[in-house]
């Protein structure tokens, strides 16, 4: 059974930083693009960032020069380093993998800025 565990979320004041980590198992997804999608009450789910097997990312405009996301291929695992962060941050995060025929998601984690 695939599963993709997310961890690190809570709440923070802006300008605060969080680190969330999403640990896969069931499927190694060296191979494969992972990444990071939100979804914000009232709006659809949206992707945050993703990064290839080989290391290169991508970003929405929204997070770009204060998320970094990083991937470490032989725990099978992705990490979002997120700083600077605003109220309007706040969301479920969901971790995503990938293979060539199949998308899977996380339970989500939720992040909440607020002061």
């Known amino acids: 059974q695939v599963q993709l565990v997310e961890s690190g979320g809570g709440l923070v004041q802006p300008g605060g930083s969080l680190r969330l980590s999403c640990a896969a198992s069931?499927?190694?997804?060296?191979?494969?693009?992972m990444g990071w999608y939100r979804q914000a009450p009232g709006k659809q789910r949206e992707l945050v960032a993703i990064i290839t097997s080989g290391g290169v990312a991508n970003y929405a405009d929204s997070v770009k020069g204060r998320f970094t996301i990083s991937r470490d291929n032989a725990k099978n695992t992705v990490h979002l380093q997120m700083a600077s962060l605003k109220p309007e941050d706040t969301a479920v995060y969901y971790c995503?993998?990938?293979?060539?025929?199949?998308?899977?998601w996380g339970q989500g984690t939720q992040v909440t800025v607020s002061s």
């Open positions: 995503y993998a990938r293979t060539a025929f199949v998308n899977y």
């Open positions: 069931g499927i190694t997804f060296s191979g494969n693009p």
